[in-house]
T-cell receptor, first 109, second 116 residues
């Protein structure tokens, strides 16, 4: 079957760095997406990886290893506004997204 | 208006009511989606429309009925819902088969539905 695993909850300190891991199993693969979702709001797109390696976008970076079925989202210089859920989703061979349940990130001062 | 809009934002309905959720995308995309989001569960894909044609119906009960009159508008008609249908209903759109991440889905703000 197809599934995505990511931690349920993580806690980090303002100004620090946190890494949110995601492992996936899909029928075929057309890319890995990360979304941010604040409580009561819609998911917003953060990053897309389809090739192995690290993609950097300001304070956020995303890494992919296709051979390991593994990705992570790295958040640097954490700010209180980064408190949110982070959703990992892998696109299968039919271009359907398989979603993880999300990682709730709590930032403490 | 830009992006993906949804109305209403909040909805309370009884089990015998009939209501409709509306979604509109202003991104020029050719695919639209309905998702259900329940607490601490992955997003559940309900329906997919590509070029106005329904391509996915993930075993959704018939009390949910989608309608896609054109590539910019999507409706979800609701009737005789159950309390367990209470959830956040999200609409999304994307440009399918464009490659290179063009299939990125963009979401509307959602409709928070409570069934009493």
């Amino acid at each position: 079957g197809q599934n995505i695993d990511q931690p349920t909850e993580m806690t980090a300190t303002e100004g620090a760095i946190v890494q949110i891991n995601c492992t996936y199993q899909t029928s075929g693969f057309n890319g890995l997406f990360w979304y941010q979702q604040h409580a009561g709001e819609a998911p917003t797109f953060l990053s897309y990886n389809v090739l192995d390696g690290l993609e950097e976008k300001g304070r956020f970076s995303s890494f992919l290893s296709r051979s390991k079925g593994y990705s992570y989202l790295l958040l640097k210089e954490l700010q209180m506004k980064d408190s949110a859920s982070y959703l990992c989703a892998a696109m299968d061979s039919n271009y359907q997204l398989i979603w993880g349940a999300g990682t709730k990130l709590i930032i403490k001062p | 208006e830009t992006g993906v809009t949804q109305t209403p934002r909040h909805l309370v309905m009884g089990m015998t009511n009939k209501k409709s959720l509306k979604c509109e995308q202003h991104l020029g995309h050719n695919a639209m989606y309905w998702y259900k989001q329940s607490a601490k569960k992955p997003l559940e894909l309900m329906f997919v429309y590509n070029f106005k044609e329904q391509t996915e119906n993930n075993s959704v009960p018939s009390r949910f009925s989608p309608e896609c009159p054109n590539s910019s508008h999507l409706f979800l008609h609701l009737h005789t819902l159950q309390p367990e249908d209470s959830a956040l209903y999200l609409c999304a759109s994307s440009q399918v088969f464009s490659g290179g991440g063009g299939e990125t889905q963009y979401f509307g703000p959602g409709t928070r539905l409570l069934v009493l």
